[in-house]
């Protein structure tokens, strides 16, 4: 039999609450058994870009909501700073449930990062929720968001700043449109870099939301 993926779990609908309220019952890959909970995607029904990050993080496992931790504090301020309103984005991630290791009993839980089965076991939420919203613009922050959709080998340093497009795959098969697509680095790596690099960091990701902002039809802006 094949593995298990969530595509055995994800119903055929739009609705991104119904979506959302389903993906709390998914058992397409281990993550599900020490996650406190699914955190799906969040924000406007009607988003015209949607961000993608990695995964949830112990704040947002606890809260059921994306980047609502340290790296959604950072995001909020380079959303602002790149001219960009919250309310006009959805934000998700490529893994819907924390994956963590917890070194000693009661210290905190250590993120760890999904490994390719799991995003790809995970990838059907993710495309889903895109056939939900058909935004115009897509932009994937960090590596695993990046590698979901445009493959295993896709290095985000070469391409940032570029306007690319979903490559036509066994999942993204069922997306009848065709958004544009950009990568920048995960916000959380902007807070984990030398502090000497850190501005600099954040200005590239302010930068680099700008041009995917540029990418939207300009009636909309
Ligand atoms: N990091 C992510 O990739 N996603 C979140 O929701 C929080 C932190
Ligand atoms: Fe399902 Fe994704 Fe959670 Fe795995 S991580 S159980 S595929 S929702």
């Known amino acids: 039999m094949a593995a298990p993926t969530a595509a055995d779990f994800v119903p055929d609908t739009t609705d991104l609450d119904e979506l959302a309220a389903s993906a709390q019952g998914c058992k397409g890959c281990d993550l599900y058994l020490d996650a406190t909970q699914a955190v799906f995607g969040a924000g406007s029904a009607e988003a015209e870009m949607v961000l993608v990050g990695e995964q949830p993080g112990d704040q947002e496992d606890k809260a059921g ?17 790149a001219g ?26 250590i993120h760890k990062k999904p490994s390719r089965t799991e995003v790809v076991a995970c990838r059907p939420w993710l495309i ?13 922050m960090g590596a695993t968001a990046a590698q979901s959709l445009l493959g295993s080998t896709f290095r985000l340093t070469a391409h940032r700043r570029e ?56 009636t909309d802006r």
């Open 128 to 140: 889903q929720e895109l056939m939900a919203l058909q935004p115009d613009v897509v932009v994937l």
């Open 163 to 218: 306007a690319l497009s979903l490559p036509r795959g066994a999942d993204t098969d069922i997306l009848d449109f065709d958004p544009r697509v950009t990568v920048t680095v995960h916000p959380s790596s902007v807070l984990r870099g030398p502090p000497t690099e850190r501005e600099k960091a954040f200005d590239a990701l302010v930068s680099d939301l700008r041009f995917a902002a540029g990418l939207l039809p300009q």
């Open 65 to 81: 909501a994306p980047f609502v931790g340290p790296a959604g504090r950072l995001l909020d301020r380079a959303l602002v700073a």
């Open 84 to 109: 960009i309103e919250r309310d006009r984005l959805y934000v998700t991630n490529a893994v819907k449930h924390f994956k963590f290791t917890l070194p000693e009993r009661g210290k905190r839980r």
